[in-house]
């Protein structure tokens, strides 16, 4: 069965640093697009990033929505099927449900997707609260 879990989350002061794990299970992570996502109360998901699947001679590449700011790092870990969002310099306006994803697609060459409505498989989410 696919299961994706996200954990990590809490509450942390403007300026620090979390990092969430989506911990996959019933697929091997690494060869399938991951995205994150976040959704604020009252608002739209939108997509913090992704990072495409491994190919036979291809290692997936993270790309970042606006948001990011070039605050964000996503990472796979292969050694425990999981893939990482490193969070630095946190603000305010960063609150919100964190959620990741995937397609489920398997092989697909490289790129991913920043629209949430591309991928089908989703965790239940975690809470990440910035605040003083």
């Known amino acids: 069965q696919v299961q994706l879990v996200e954990s990590g989350g809490g509450q942390v002061q403007p300026g620090g640093s979390l990092t969430l794990t989506c911990a996959g299970s019933?697929?091997?992570?690494?060869?399938?697009?991951i995205g994150w996502f976040l959704q604020a109360p009252g608002k739209e998901r939108e997509a913090v990033g992704c990072?495409?699947?491994?190919?036979?001679?291809?290692?997936?590449?993270?790309v970042y929505g606006d948001s990011t700011e070039s605050r964000f790092t996503i990472s796979k870990d292969y050694t425990d099927n999981t893939v990482h969002l490193q969070m630095n310099a946190l603000k305010s306006d960063d609150t919100a449900i964190y959620y990741c994803?995937?397609?489920?697609?398997?092989?697909?060459?490289?790129?991913?997707?920043?629209?949430?409505?591309?991928?089908?498989?989703w965790g239940q989410g975690t809470q990440v609260t910035v605040a003083s």
């Open positions: 019933g697929f091997h992570m690494p060869y399938y697009r």
């Open positions: 990072i495409d699947g491994d190919g036979r001679s291809y290692r997936g590449v993270p």
């Open positions: 994803a995937t397609d489920l697609v398997s092989n697909a060459g490289p790129g991913c997707y920043l629209k949430a409505q591309k991928y089908d498989r």
